[in-house]
Each structure stands twice: as structure tokens, then as C-alpha cells.
């Protein structure tokens, strides 16, 4: 029987504890509904297998939840939602919020906790304007954070909301679309809050709907978008100054799955690292992407809490909202993922990243641990923190 040395074995147990945490991994918050999935028609009335439900957002340690489902009378609420079970906490004040195609629909959350909410008006214009709501704090009653009839003339906005930022820095960037085929729009709104003020940004090289349902900030000048309706997905990756945009870059999702209906998406950064989620609205599975380069995507990995048949999501909608990034002290870091699907219900994952260092140390030794795991089993996955349970099924992609 071939001996393996202190030395080697010293190396091994490094290398292990390296390896086992260069793994991306996106497992279920199993806490949250039936196994990391708060199902459609169930129990709380306000998540429906109808199309009411189209915002999410995270902020102040609670998912918010925009749903136009009629309860005892009232079809403007927005949620208040424990993060770690999916419960209902309560609602915001809704009072004073009227008008539009939609009078509530997306969300958003600024970096000082300040929450947004904006209407769909199909037809931009004085009479039905596109307006955004905030509440200061939970406890607050909502203020008319902007409103305009002119940020594009007839066009169709607030399908989208995103939010970057805090305080008079804040800014949102906004889904716009507009039916008027002599002069199609391309590209997004971008709104200051604090200041009462909204830029349309054109970005000629898109197309119409490039930016309508899904969109993120990457940082305060670039957004991305998802393009509607694509045999290939792909989405744009932009920058942006005042009202003028450009294309930088159409990367292609890199799916292995079902990627036609890759259509909604979140961007943010765990560890270091930057990272992209992408929500599929046909079977509701998601995908998460090292964006590192945001012009070629890497696939990390994809999982689905959903279960037997589901809703058609008719209209593509919803939305993908984070959770803040820990640092999990041994390498790691994780932040909760939570999704909408519209008629599909909301899911809810927890992704644990390795810190660039660690990937890149892991990977120098990649022949000695080939050797140490001819001597014993490596064990990769753990509790990633102190009462959560995340169970193990999942496509995982390298690290």
C-alpha cells in the first residue's frame, strides 16, 4: 500500500480546505416556503398563479413584494416578507397612491434602505404620468419620490426598476418601450429621486425591447438588460452619460439549459467577485454567472425549488432581487438570491462564492489534489452559517 508522507499529507489538508471552498455552489434556502419555494395560490393571498405580481426587492434585512392582488378590497400592496421563511410581516402604507396602467408594480430598494415602487403607465403623458413612490422607512406613509408625463412622450414605462445608490446620489433606472414604429425607442430611463428629475438614455444600437422587462445597475454609469424574446439570449451591456448611450458589449447568456426564456436578471458582487443571476420565465430555473468580464459570461450553476406543473408566465415579467453579501470567515462568502416569475411563484437560494485568492490558489494545486483525493474522500459541502439549512441539489459549473 503506497504511504503518503507528513509533508504530503500537510499539503493535502491545505489543498482540501482550498478546494472545498472553490466551489460556487446555489443551493435552496430550504427555510423559505416548502423547500426554497413559496408556491403560487397557496396561503398568502398575495403571491397568485394570476399576473399581479411583478416586483421584488431587497432591503432593510425584508423582502418587498409588489402585488396588485385584490385583498378584502385593496389591489395596491406591497409586502413586507421575512427573508429567511417567505412570511407575511405586514404591508406598507398605501394611501395617496393612484393612477397610472398599473398603479404599483416594480421595486427597488437605495443603499440608505429608502423604498422605491414605481406605476406602469402604457401611455406616457400629463394626464396618466409614470410616477415613483418612496417610503423612508417601513413605518412611513409614501411620498411622491418623482413624476412625470415626459420622460418619454406615449411611451410604455415602469415595467422594470432597479435602484443604485444612496441618499442624493441615489438613481433608478427604469423599463421604457413605446409602440410608434416610425420612431421606436431603444433604451432605458434613468430617474433621480432626490432631485425630482428623469433622463430617457438612447441607446441606438439596441433594440426596442432590449430593456423593457429586466434591468441592473453594475455600477453607477453601466446597466444591463435582457433582450426580450430570443432564440440565442443575450443581454446588453451598457454605459451611460446623461442621455445618451452606448453599447458595449451583447455577450450570449451561456445557459446549458432552457435558455430561450432567460429573461430576468440581477447583478451584484459576493467576495470580490462579481456575479449575474438570471431567472428562466418559462421553467423558472435559475442560473448564475461569473461576470468578472461582464462581455463573457462564465456559467457557474442552475437550480429549480419548483415542483410539478407550472403557471404560464404570459408576460415574461417579475424580478430578481439579492440579499446582502457575508463573509463566511473560512474563504467563503454567500448571499441569498430570491426570484419571481410571475404566476410562478418566488424562490429563494443561497449562493456561496470562494474568494477570488482562494480560486486562484486552488487552482495552482489542482495536480496535488488529484493525488490527495486518490488517499481520501474530500468533503465540499458544510452549513454555510449558524440555524440555515441549505440542502444540496444543484448543476454546478466550475468554480
Not at 193 to 205: K, Y
Not at 305 to 326: C, D, E, K, Q, Y
Amino acid at each position: 500500500m503506497k504511504k503518503f508522507g507528513p509533508l504530503l499529507t500537510a499539503h493535502c489538508l491545505v489543498l482540501g480546505s482550498l478546494s472545498a471552498n472553490a466551489q460556487v455552489t446555489l443551493n435552496p434556502l430550504t427555510s423559505w416556503g416548502n423547500n426554497g419555494w413559496l408556491a403560487p395560490g397557496g396561503a398568502d393571498h398575495y403571491v397568485t398563479t394570476g399576473t399581479t405580481e411583478r416586483g421584488l426587492a431587497y432591503g432593510n434585512g425584508h423582502v418587498y413584494l409588489v402585488s396588485r392582488a385584490n385583498v378584502g378590497g385593496n389591489a395596491i400592496n406591497i409586502r413586507i416578507m421575512d427573508p429567511n421563511t417567505g412570511a407575511d410581516l405586514g404591508g406598507l402604507a398605501t394611501s395617496g397612491i393612484s393612477g397610472g396602467t398599473f398603479a404599483v408594480n416594480a421595486a427597488g430598494v437605495g443603499g440608505d434602505g429608502t423604498i422605491y415602487v414605481c406605476n406602469v403607465t402604457s401611455a406616457d403623458s400629463s394626464a396618466n404620468p409614470f410616477k415613483v413612490y418612496s417610503w423612508a422607512t417601513e413605518s412611513a406613509t409614501p411620498t411622491v419620490a418623482y413624476s412625470s408625463g415626459t420622460l418619454l412622450s406615449n411611451g410604455r414605462i415602469g415595467d422594470a426598476l432597479a435602484a443604485n445608490g444612496s441618499g442624493a446620489s441615489t438613481t433608478l433606472v427604469v423599463g421604457i418601450s413605446n409602440a410608434n414604429p416610425s420612431a421606436p425607442f431603444k433604451g432605458y430611463g434613468i430617474v433621480n429621486p432626490p432631485a425630482n428629475t428623469g433622463t430617457a438614455v438612447t441607446v441606438s444600437a439596441a433594440n426596442t425591447t432590449d430593456f423593457r422587462l429586466s434591468l441592473s445597475f453594475t455600477d453607477s454609469s453601466h446597466v444591463i438588460g435582457t433582450e426580450m424574446d430570443s432564440g440565442t439570449p443575450y443581454y446588453r451591456y451598457t454605459s451611460f452619460s446623461g442621455s445618451s448611450g452606448t453599447l458595449i458589449a451583447s455577450p450570449t447568456i451561456p445557459d446549458p439549459g432552457n435558455k430561450k426564456a432567460d429573461r430576468l436578471l440581477s447583478y451584484t458582487v459576493i467576495g470580490g467577485r462579481a456575479i449575474l443571476a438570471v431567472a428562466n420565465t418559462v421553467d423558472s430555473h435559475v442560473s448564475i454567472y461569473d461576470v468578472t468580464d461582464p462581455i463573457n459570461p462564465v456559467w457557474l450553476a442552475s437550480q429549480t425549488n419548483t415542483f410539478g406543473s407550472l403557471a404560464v408566465n404570459m408576460n415574461w415579467t417579475g424580478a430578481v432581487a439579492w440579499g446582502p453579501s457575508h463573509d463566511n470567515g473560512d474563504g467563503t462568502s454567500l448571499a441569498d438570491l430570491y426570484t419571481l416569475s410571475t404566476s410562478q411563484g418566488i424562490q429563494a437560494f443561497v449562493v456561496t462564492v470562494p474568494e477570488p485568492g482562494v480560486l486562484t490558489i486552488s487552482g495552482l494545486g489542482i495536480g496535488l489534489l488529484g493525488v490527495c483525493r486518490g488517499r481520501r474522500r474530500m468533503k465540499l459541502d458544510g452549513p454555510c452559517c449558524t440555524g440555515r439549512t441549505d440542502s444540496a441539489p444543484q448543476t454546478q459549473g466550475a468554480g
